[in-house]
């Protein structure tokens, strides 16, 4: 075996690995399974309104967590409490059923009725979804709001409500009508400051502009503090430059703190992925020998000059995939800069040349390993689909380590859907489309105005990619969504469909090079209508490609 082992080869082997050793459940104790148990436990959906496939679904979802080890001791007994309910319920179910297999018909009809009366409209998922949303109404799209609205009047048209909905409907309906018609008053004027969707406003109440004031004056350097602090500060920076009454010096103050944090965060995220991934040296579908010359000399890192480069002018078979990444994107960033003038610009414009060839031509000789590899090990991957809800909307990839990953793209629906629903209504509706967590890969970048997808980008694609591959390899019938996204530089006509072009070439890159079906893979461009931060400039949080499970609301089923 080669011992020109890559980071990107060695995090993807420890993640197959991983799925493949026999544990008892792959979401193991971590902090976000911990924070999937509160969820679970938290679900107070009455059982009586669950049919028998739901109640099953509790039960195993339960005894999944009680396993992981993740749960406190308060914890495990609430949870002893919910498995023991559960059961009962379905035990006298299915008493009644042979006590009264004549009446079993009639009685359901009579039990479906006794909840309408009960519960009224209020049981759907949409609705209780719409109650307990708490974000302000400024940051909801324009779909959300006609959702609400749309919910609240069919809701009280079927009547049978109880006081508490009633409460709801009558305060979140003309509150909608009001922000939708605020719109439409601000557009009718000048052009409509685009909304945001951060998923830290979303998940957590909003912060004031003290706590704003409080992270600009914390004068620590990012290195001197804990992952967890580090973490911490960047979730609540992004929270509050989601604030659209921020004002700009201190939004300047934020921005200049994001940064830093996010580049230290992300630096110590990979190196830990890389540290954890090294795990096994016997098994590998990337860099064979037949790819990269053994005994290599030369290693591309961040102290490398750009003047050393051209000076050595080192063949690119010389060099493994992680070193013709490091140097094409030096380089790259060289001539961005003008560093780079004569001779020497001619010199490194070839050699991007030779290792962007060298590089595609070694991906797709990847993509045959992977393909091998996947049919070998198919049977032991151990996934956990629709078991636990993802403790966050989104995550970003370069922040999170491939179990986390996976956690996300494999989590079920933060509510259960009704019915099935087409795609065009999932991708208009960011009600029903975010009801899938996904994973946001910012690291992905396009230049300017361009959709093309360098060979140089794919590894950021890698995480991703390979729990796609799994899922696939396990459900060949699931179905991936690939959002393009972009800042609010340009018109909103160029932006959308820059934003689906750069969607497309994510889709492409994942089948070209991975063992990826295109019919597995569909494409939205969403433009600008969904930023992170607001605001009309330039800014890499917005720039971004996302990536979502969405079988479950194409097909109205859970599992």
Same mark, same amino acid.
């Given at each position: 075996?080669?011992?020109t082992?890559t ?5 993807v ?5 991983l799925?493949?050793a026999?544990m ?7 902090p976000a399974?911990a924070?999937?148990a509160?969820q679970l436990?938290?679900d107070q959906t009455?059982l009586s ?8 679904a509790?039960?195993k ?10 749960l406190?001791k308060a914890?495990?007994?609430?949870a002893? !409490? ?5 059961? %009962?319920?379905?035990k006298a179910?299915?008493a009644?059923?042979?006590?009264? $297999? ?9 039990t479906?009725q006794?909840?309408?009366?009960q519960?009224?409209?209020s049981?759907?998922?949409? +609705?209780?979804a ?5 974000? $302000?109404l400024d940051?909801?799209?324009?779909a959300? +709001?006609?959702?609400r @609205?749309?919910a609240g009047v ?5 009547g ?7 409460q709801?409907?009558n305060r979140?309906? $003309?509150?909608?009508?009001?922000e +939708?018609?605020?719109r ?9 400051q685009?909304?945001t ?14 706590e704003a004031r409080?992270i600009?004056?914390d004068?620590?350097?990012a290195k001197?503090l ?19 009454q921020l ?5 300047? &103050?934020l921005?200049? %703190?994001l940064?830093?944090d996010?580049?230290?965060?992300r630096s110590r ?5 890389n540290? !954890?991934?090294? #795990? ?6 990337k ?5 990269v010359?053994?005994n290599?000399?030369? @290693?591309i890192?961040?102290?490398?000059? #750009? ?6 002018q ?5 060099l ?10 030096l +380089?790259?960033r060289?001539?961005r800069?003008?560093r780079l &003038?004569?001779?020497e610009l ?5 050699? @991007?040349i !030779?290792?962007?060839l060298a590089?595609r031509a070694?991906l ?12 070998e090990?198919?049977?032991s991957f ?9 403790p966050r909307?989104? @995550?970003y ?7 986390q990953v ?5 989590a079920a629906?933060r509510w259960k859907?009704?019915r099935?629903?087409s ?5 208009r509706?960011?009600?029903v489309?975010?009801?899938?967590p996904?994973v ?7 230049d300017t ?5 360098? $060979?140089e980008?794919i590894?950021?694609l890698?995480?991703?990619a390979?729990?796609?591959?799994k899922?696939?390899?396990?459900r060949p019938?699931?179905i ?19 934003s689906?072009?750069?969607a497309?070439?994510?889709k492409a890159?994942?089948?070209e090079?991975?063992a990826i079906?295109?019919? !597995? ?6 433009g ?9 400039g330039?800014?890499?949080e ?8 969405i ?7 859970v599992?």
């Amino acid at each position: 075996m080669s011992n020109t082992r890559t980071a990107a080869a060695s995090a993807v082997l420890a993640l197959f690995m991983l799925s493949a050793a026999p544990m008892p459940q792959v979401l193991g104790p971590s902090p976000a399974a911990a924070q999937s148990a509160d969820q679970l436990l938290a679900d107070q959906t009455p059982l009586s309104s669950m049919d028998d496939k739901a109640l099953s679904a509790r039960i195993k979802g339960l005894r999944e967590l009680m396993k992981s080890g993740s749960l406190s001791k308060a914890q495990k007994q609430d949870a002893r !409490n919910k498995i023991k309910e559960a059961q %009962v319920e379905l035990k006298a179910r299915n008493a009644a059923g042979k006590q009264a $297999p004549a009446n079993q018909q009639t009685q359901s009809q009579q039990t479906q009725q006794t909840q309408q009366t009960q519960q009224g409209p209020s049981s759907s998922p949409e +609705l209780l979804a719409i109650i307990n949303d708490k974000r $302000p109404l400024d940051q909801l799209s324009d779909a959300e +709001l006609h959702a609400r @609205i749309k919910a609240g009047v069919d809701a009280r048209k079927a009547g049978n409500l109880s006081r508490a909905d009633k409460q709801a409907i009558n305060r979140f309906v $003309p509150q909608a009508r009001a922000e +939708l018609k605020k719109r439409q008053t601000t557009k009718q004027g000048t052009k409509a400051q685009p909304q945001t969707t951060d998923d830290a406003q979303a998940m957590q109440p909003k912060m004031d502009k003290g706590e704003a004031r409080t992270i600009v004056a914390d004068k620590r350097d990012a290195k001197s503090l804990s992952t967890p602090e580090l973490r911490k500060r960047v979730n609540e920076t992004r929270q509050l430059l989601g604030d659209k009454q921020l004002q700009q010096d201190m939004r300047k &103050q934020l921005r200049d %703190v994001l940064v830093q944090d996010r580049q230290e965060l992300r630096s110590r995220i990979a190196v830990e992925n890389n540290s !954890n991934a090294s #795990v096994d040296n016997t098994t590998t579908f990337k860099n064979s020998s037949k790819n990269v010359v053994n005994n290599q000399t030369t @290693i591309i890192n961040n102290n490398t000059t #750009v003047t050393q480069i051209v000076q050595r002018q080192t063949p690119s078979d010389k060099l493994d995939e992680s070193d013709l990444n490091r140097r094409i994107r030096l +380089l790259e960033r060289a001539r961005r800069e003008n560093r780079l &003038q004569g001779q020497e610009l001619q010199i490194a414009g070839q050699i @991007i040349i !030779n290792d962007r060839l060298a590089l595609r031509a070694r991906l797709v000789a990847d993509r045959g390993r992977r393909e091998r590899y996947i049919r070998e090990h198919r049977n032991s991957f151990k996934l956990g689909i629709n078991v636990v809800v993802a403790p966050r909307l989104d @995550i970003y990839a370069a922040e999170a380590d491939p179990m986390q990953v996976q956690q996300q793209l494999v989590a079920a629906p933060r509510w259960k859907p009704r019915r099935a629903y087409s795609f065009d209504e999932i991708v208009r509706d960011d009600n029903v489309r975010r009801a899938m967590p996904g994973v946001e890969i910012d690291t992905v970048t396009f230049d300017t105005g361009s959709a093309v997808l360098a $060979p140089e980008m794919i590894d950021q694609l890698e995480n991703v990619a390979t729990v796609i591959e799994k899922v696939l390899a396990v459900r060949p019938n699931e179905i991936f969504l690939i959002e393009g996204h972009t800042d609010a530089v340009g018109s909103a006509e160029s932006n959308l469909v820059l934003s689906q072009a750069r969607a497309e070439s994510v889709k492409a890159a994942l089948t070209e090079y991975f063992a990826i079906d295109p019919k !597995n893979l569909r494409t939205i461009g969403l433009g600008e209508r969904f930023l992170k931060i607001p605001t009309d400039g330039p800014e890499q949080e917005n720039r971004r490609v996302t990536v979502r499970r969405i079988t479950p609301m194409l097909t109205g089923e859970v599992n």
